[in-house]
Structures are given as C-alpha cells and as structure tokens.
C-alpha cells in the first residue's frame, strides 16, 4: 500500500478530529439534533441498524468514509468477492462469499468456476443429512444413528457448535449432539460417556486432517467405537470425515465416499458455511440450512452493493477504527439478548481476533497504530447482573453491540418484554447516565451522592432484528465477517491468516516427547524447565 497510514491526510484530520469531540457529551448531541436517533440508523435487509449512540457527529463518519475510500476498501472488497489472491502471505484467494450464492451464479478462482463443486458438495451433505434424519442411515449393528459428535477445533468447531445452539430451536429434538474441540480427554470423556457406540456417528472435521487436538480425539473416537463394535469395517458406518485433505481421510480408514470436501480459499474461521456446517445441516435438515445461507448472501450483497455510508458492516467496522484508534480502547462488548446465542461471542472472538490480531502490514513493516480489539461478551441479561457495572461506572471506556429479536422463538409472556426493555435500557444509561443533580433531586445524600452518579456518554450500537431465524443468524454472521474486513483493508493487515498461532504449536510439539520420557536433556530457559521436571515428578499415579 502507498502511504503509511498514519501520514495520510484523513488520519491527521481525524485526530484533529478527535480532539474536537472528545469531550462532548452524547447529552449535547442528541440535544443539538432531534432527529439523530433517526438518522444515524441503517435499515436494510431486515436489520435495524441504530448507531446513534456513538460518539460521533455527521464529519466523524464523512471523514471515516473518506479514509476508507482513500485505504480503497471498495476495489480491495471487489478483488475479495472476485476471488484474487488477496490473503497474500498464503497465496490463497478468500471465497467464502461463494460458499452461500444463488444457484446459477458464477464465481471464479484460478480461471475455474467454483459454484458446481460447491452445489456438489451441498447436495452430498443434503443426502446424507436427510438419510441421518429419517434413520435410513444404520450403523453397524443396524441400529439408527441418534447422537451426532463433531469433533474439530477452532474454527472446525467454534462455528458449528454456535450454530447448533444459535438454531437448537429448528433442530431435530430426537438427535442429540454434542462437539469435543479439547485435547483434554475430559471433553471426549464427558461427551460421548452416556452415548451408545452402536448409535453415534462421529463427524472428524479438519481442513487440514493433521491437527494434533482433532486427530487425537479421532483416534479416541475410533477406539471408543471399535471397543464396543469390534469390527474395524464399523469404521465405515460410524465416521465420516470434512476436509480438504483426502489423502489423510484415506490413510485415517474413512472411505472417501463418507467425505465432504472443501477448499483452501475457504479459511477456518470462515469455514462455517462450507461441509463444516454437517452437524449443523444434520441438526436442522437441508432447508433451514439453506436458509441460512441465504441470509448469509444477503448480508454479502448489502455488503457489496450499499453505498459505504448505508452499510451496515462498513460503518460498524469505521466505528471500531474510531474508538481503538482516536479514543484508544483496547476492547469490543457484543451483547446477545438471546439465550440461543450464547457462543457468539466465543465464535466472534475467533473471527475478529485471529482476523485482526496482526502487528505487521501487508508488506511486513510494523504496524505504528494499535490493531484488532479484544472482543468479548456474554448474553444479556445475565451480564447485567455482573460485570456491566464496570461499563457503566468503571474507568474504562468500552464501546457495545447490543442484538435483539423483535419476536421470541418462545413466547411465554412477559418475557419478551422484559428482555427487550432491558436491552434498550442498557444502551440508553450507558449514553446519557445520570448526573448529579438528578441523583440529589432524588433526595440522596451528599456523601452518597458521588456513587450514585453515572458520567453516562458510553458508546453503544444496537441491532434489532425479527426474530433468530436461520436467515437472521446468517446475516450477523457475515455482518461480522466483513466488518472485520473492512478494519483489516484500513489497517492494512492480513486478516486471513493465523501465523501467531503456529509457535506454541510447534513448542507443544517438542515437549510432548519430554514429557513422556524423563531421560531427556531438557534445554529451554529456567522456566520452562522446571515446569517440566514439575509435571514429570508429579505426574499420574503418585
Ligand atoms: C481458523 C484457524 C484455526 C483452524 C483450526 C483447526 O481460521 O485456521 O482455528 O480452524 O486450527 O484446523 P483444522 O480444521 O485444519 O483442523
């Protein structure tokens, strides 16, 4: 990229900028503009987009826009949708757009039409998960499969399992399905340990097919199953495999025809809408699944067609350069007022920080700004009654997303009510708080007058959709998906890439043998060291 970004003009208007609005209050701006509420909202897609609760006036996002434009997101989002090479550290091109299109469109990648292959391998899960759902899939002893394990990690996990909660509503309630990411035996243990091996099937999910944690548990599986069956040909019936690397599919003993392949320009943590999603299309059945696709590709669309001051990720992506460049937060809260949604955040941690966790630009030179936010959260209300009270009277200054559905998957009144009116309550002490004078009007005394007070002036974004449905679900996910583009196209980071998780593996790697034998030299620091004469004396059976 041309000029450094700090350097450029627009970065130098906006921390002038900044200094500018630092210390007006969200009060005065709303006061000074009754219709913002209004106007700084995006409806589109069946998403009610309210960033008016932000800090930030009409010349903030003109100049936001401005920078983008300037960063040119609208040809390097093009060059995505388009299938060039644009995750350049890996060569690879990032398509995972393609996964949710339309029947009948076209989207190439090295001179080939990847549509067909993806439609096959749509309709291979199709069939499989149909065969699961009505029990003419058997497994070995003739019985028909009831439990569903995934076993992957990261992003061969995160996104299944957040779907299958996020849609346990639309799912099949006779099927029981449960996900083991961890290497700890724990999680295999405390999965399958009230499961028959004669009724579970377990899908091995691994772009690569080589991941220390998923294979180890494959292999665990494998035992688990051939202990009760027996026969190793039970294999057959009982584990089928999503991945890209065939020939490890074959070497493990599932046959390829049991596969569902994907491709390298689809990365894990964008992987949710490719065969990672078999648990998810077995849970809910090919047509809600479908649906969520759908959404999926409508939020693609509205990403790649709005103008950049109507859409929705663009801006929700300039607000979060705004607040972690300019007002220097370190963090992002999203807030579910969804019980179904309890792992979003889990799944929003990976997608946005292994995304932008990047401390060098494209062309390798460190950064001289901060990058990617930690994000975090929890479903509201729940958070309510822990750790808002920092956001609202804590030191900190953490910007929020709160998502709400208009309509409750079940409607047992008043709760609905009650959940929503929390919600909107959330975002409107955290902007306007309440000041001295209101808590003494309140007859409260002096002395406790100071703690009572709330500076308010927190910024918030809120999102107001139907209901959870699968087409709703898909939106958010891709809403994410490319806000996190957008800050990585600013910054002018890699965000398809993961490199920063590859030492520890390797470290891990090297250790494990010194572990298990305690006549190995051990030469790493001090430290270290003595962890693993530690562990060697402590550990198992003493
Ligand atoms: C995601 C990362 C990472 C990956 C896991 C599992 O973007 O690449 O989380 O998904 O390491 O990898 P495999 O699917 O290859 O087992």
Redesign the pocket.
């Known amino acids: 990229m041309g000029i450094a970004l700090r350097n450029t003009e627009t970065w130098k208007l906006l921390e002038k900028h900044y200094l500018e609005i630092k210390d007006i209050h969200l009060r005065s701006l709303f006061e000074n503009d009754r219709s913002r509420g209004r106007n700084l909202v995006i409806k589109d897609i069946g998403v009610y987009f309210d960033y008016s609760k932000n800090r930030i006036t009409g010349k903030t996002i003109d100049l936001l826009i401005r920078l983008a434009r300037e960063r040119g997101l609208e040809s390097r989002r093009d060059e995505m949708f388009a299938g060039e090479k644009i995750n350049v550290t890996e060569e690879r091109a990032v398509l995972h757009t393609a996964l949710r299109v339309p029947v009948g469109s076209v989207v190439m990648s090295d001179g080939r039409n990847v549509v067909p292959d993806v439609l096959t391998v749509l309709e291979k899960m199709s069939a499989f998960s149909e065969k699961i759902r009505n029990g003419e899939w058997k497994g070995h002893t003739g019985k028909p499969i009831k439990n569903i394990v995934n076993i ?5 996990d995160l996104g299944p399992v957040m779907a299958y909660e996020a849609l346990k509503n639309y799912s099949m309630r006779s099927l029981v399905f449960r996900f083991v990411s961890n290497v700890d035996s724990s999680d295999f243990y405390e999965a399958v340990e009230d499961l028959s091996p004669e009724e579970t099937l377990f899908i091995i ?7 220390l944690e ?1 294979m180890t548990n494959a292999h665990t599986a494998r035992k688990w199953s051939l202990s009760k069956l027996g026969d190793p040909s039970a294999v057959a019936r009982h584990f089928v495999a999503v991945s890209t690397n065939e020939k490890e599919v074959i070497k493990f003993g599932i046959d390829p025809l049991n596969m569902f392949g994907f491709w390298d320009w689809v ?5 949710m809408s490719s065969a990672i999603g078999l648990s998810t299309m077995i849970a809910v059945g090919p047509e809600t699944y479908y649906r969520m696709l759908n959404g999926l590709h409508q939020m693609d669309e509205h990403f790649r067609t709005a103008p950049l001051d109507k859409n929705i990720p663009v801006i929700m992506g300039l607000l979060g350069i705004w607040y972690n460049n300019f007002f220097g937060t370190q963090t992002q809260a999203v807030f579910p007022y969804d019980k179904y949604l309890h792992r979003f955040p889990a799944y929003l941690q ?1 997608l946005t920080m ?1 995304s932008n966790g990047k401390n060098v630009t494209l062309d390798g030179d460190k950064t001289d700004y901060q990058t990617g936010a930690i994000y975090w959260g929890e479903p509201g209300t729940n958070g309510q009654h822990s750790f808002y009270q920092l956001l609202h009277q804590g030191t900190k200054l953490i910007p929020a997303d709160f998502i709400g559905f208009m309509k409750p998957l079940n409607n047992l009144p008043p709760h609905q009510d009650y959940l929503i009116a929390n919600l909107i309550a959330q975002g409107e002490a955290l902007a306007f708080g309440k000041t001295e004078e209101e808590v003494k009007a309140e007859g409260v005394s002096n002395a406790l007058t100071p703690h009572k007070v709330f500076e308010g002036n927190r910024p918030s974004s809120t999102f107001l959709l139907d209901k959870l449905s699968p087409e709703n679900l898909g939106k958010l996910i891709a809403m994410y998906e490319h806000s996190v583009f957008v800050q990585a196209v600013i910054w002018d980071i890699n965000p398809f890439d ?1 490199m920063g ?1 590859e030492l520890g593996k390797v470290l891990a790697k090297n250790i494990i043998p010194e572990l298990q034998d305690t006549a190995m030299t051990l030469s790493h620091d001090g430290s270290t060291n003595e962890l693993i004469n530690y562990y060697r004396k402590n550990r198992l059976n003493d």
Do not use: D, L, P
């Open positions: 992957g990690i990261g992003g061969s999910s691994s772009k690569t097919f080589t991941t998923t990365g894990g943590r964008y992987s990976q292994e993961q998780v």
